[in-house]
C-alpha cells in the first residue's frame, strides 16, 4: 500500500514565525512530490513542487527533500493569518500519479 | 473559461437518481483524473485518462461510471448511489506523466439522500 503520512494537526502558530509542515512516504520509487493549498470549501491549489534532494526556496516557501529518509517538509516563513488553510502532501508513483496525505491543518494567529 | 471548470458545484441525489458531473480544461493537458475527498481521508484517486484512454480505474463501485470523449472533457455519471458516497468529487488535469503536479477544479459536492 502506497502512502503518504502528515500529521493532521491542528498546527497553531502566531503571525511573523516559521510554520514547519512535515510528511514520509512510503513508496521508495516516488519521483516527485508536491505541496498544496486547500481552503475550507476549496478546492487544492499547488504552491510548490520538488524533485531532487534538498531545498527548494519560492518567496515565503521552501520545500525540503530527503529520499533517503523519505521525508518531505514546507517551510512558511512570516507566516499570515491568510497562511491559514490545510496543507496536502503528495508523492507520485507509478510515474504519473498523485498519492495524497491526510493534510495538516495550519493556523495562524494574530 | 481558464483552468479546470466543473459542474455543478453542489449536487443533491436520491438513491435511485441518476446523474453527471462534468468537467472541461482549458490548459492543453492530456491527462485527466477524478478524486474523491471525504473528510479526514486522502484524497482517492478513482479513474485516470491518458490521451482519452482510462488507464487507470482504482477498485471504483459500478455506479460510477467516466467518460472522457475527448482530451479537454471528463464526465462521471452517477447511478444508485449510497448515502457513503456523499463527498467532495475532484476532477484534475495535467500534462502527460503529471511531472509538473495537477491542476485541480472547483469540485462538486454531492449529497446522497
Known amino acids: 500500500q502506497k502512502e503518504v503520512e502528515q500529521n493532521s494537526g491542528p498546527l497553531s502558530v502566531p503571525e511573523g514565525a516559521i510554520a514547519s509542515l512535515n510528511c514520509t512516504y512510503s513508496d521508495r520509487g516516488s519521483q516527485s512530490f508536491f505541496w498544496y493549498r486547500q481552503y475550507s470549501g476549496k478546492s487544492p491549489e499547488l504552491i510548490m513542487s520538488?524533485?531532487?534532494?534538498g531545498d527548494k526556496e519560492d518567496g515565503r516557501f521552501t520545500a525540503q527533500l530527503n529520499k533517503a529518509s523519505q521525508y518531505v517538509s514546507l517551510l512558511i516563513r512570516d507566516s499570515q493569518p491568510s497562511d491559514s488553510a490545510t496543507y496536502l502532501c503528495?508523492?507520485?508513483?507509478?510515474?504519473?500519479?498523485?498519492?495524497f496525505g491526510t493534510g495538516t491543518r495550519l493556523q495562524v494567529f494574530p | 473559461e481558464t483552468g479546470v471548470t466543473q459542474t455543478p458545484r453542489h449536487l443533491v441525489m436520491g438513491m435511485t437518481n441518476k446523474k453527471s458531473l462534468k468537467c472541461e480544461q482549458h490548459l492543453g493537458h492530456n491527462a485527466m483524473y477524478w478524486y474523491k475527498q471525504s473528510a479526514k481521508k486522502p484524497l482517492e484517486l478513482m479513474f485516470v485518462?491518458?490521451?482519452?484512454?482510462?488507464?487507470e480505474n482504482n477498485s471504483v463501485p459500478s455506479r460510477f461510471s467516466p467518460e472522457c470523449p475527448n482530451s479537454s472533457h471528463l464526465f462521471l455519471h452517477l447511478h444508485t448511489l449510497q448515502p457513503e458516497d456523499s463527498a467532495l468529487y475532484l476532477c484534475?488535469?495535467?500534462?502527460?506523466?503529471?511531472?509538473?503536479?495537477?491542476?485541480f477544479g472547483s469540485g462538486t459536492r454531492l449529497t446522497v439522500v
Open positions: 520538488i524533485y531532487s534532494n
Open positions: 484534475a488535469s495535467s500534462e502527460a506523466g503529471g511531472r509538473d503536479g495537477y491542476t
Open positions: 503528495a508523492g507520485t508513483y507509478n510515474t504519473d500519479k498523485l498519492i
Open positions: 485518462y491518458n490521451f482519452k484512454e482510462q488507464t
